[in-house]
């Protein structure tokens, strides 16, 4: 599995998409919050998802998620399924993407480079461990985030950037 990035600006400056649930019944929304690296001697993608969002409900049903890359003219869309939400609007029509199998999960044809995770870990943040301003900052008036940790099973590569 071969995934060449600048790791602090993959997640900041890119973005990317988190998809969790079935072909036929799934969520999305941005993300620019996340990692990845290593963990029980498996390869892993962390996220952090606000209580609130719709997103949430899909990543406790189900046992995987992807993360998935977009080329730069993607940004428009990215900022649209990051400002609204799945609950309130059809995210599939309003941004004209794809939608395609990843074994057990969802991705996006239009998609770069789509980690497929496993679930394998999820904790609250525990607002009490956060540093006072960190919380006042990000807490005050929003949800907390949960954490969600992926066991990396698979890396797909769109075609033509391969
Ligand atoms: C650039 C960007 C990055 C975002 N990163 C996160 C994130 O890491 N975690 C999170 O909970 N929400 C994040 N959001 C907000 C969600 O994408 C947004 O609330 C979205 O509308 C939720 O959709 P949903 O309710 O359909 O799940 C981000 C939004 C943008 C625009």
Not at 17 to 26: N, P, S, Y
Not at 29 to 41: D, E, F
Not at 133 to 160: F, L, P, Q, S, T
Request: proline share 2%; aromatic share 12%; hydrophobic share 40%.
């Amino acid at each position: 599995m071969k995934f060449k990035t600048e790791i602090f600006e993959q997640f900041d400056k890119k973005w990317a998409l988190l998809t969790a649930g079935r072909k036929d019944d799934f969520n999305m929304m941005t993300i620019s919050w996340g990692g990845m690296g290593t963990l029980w001697n498996r390869p892993v993608a962390t996220v952090y998802v606000r209580t609130s969002r719709y997103t949430h409900d899909f990543m406790d049903k189900e046992d995987y998620f992807t993360v998935s890359f977009y080329p730069e003219e993607y940004r428009k869309i990215l900022g649209v399924l990051g400002s609204k939400s799945g609950r309130d609007i059809d995210k599939i029509r309003d941004s004209g993407l794809t939608a395609i199998e990843a074994r057990e999960s969802v991705t996006f044809r239009e998609a770069d480079i789509t980690l497929l995770c496993k679930k394998l870990y999820k904790q609250q943040m525990d607002i009490k461990a956060i540093p006072e301003y960190i919380a006042r900052e990000n807490y005050a008036e929003a949800a907390i985030h949960d954490m969600y940790i992926g066991e990396v099973i698979d890396i797909i590569i769109k075609e033509e950037t391969r």
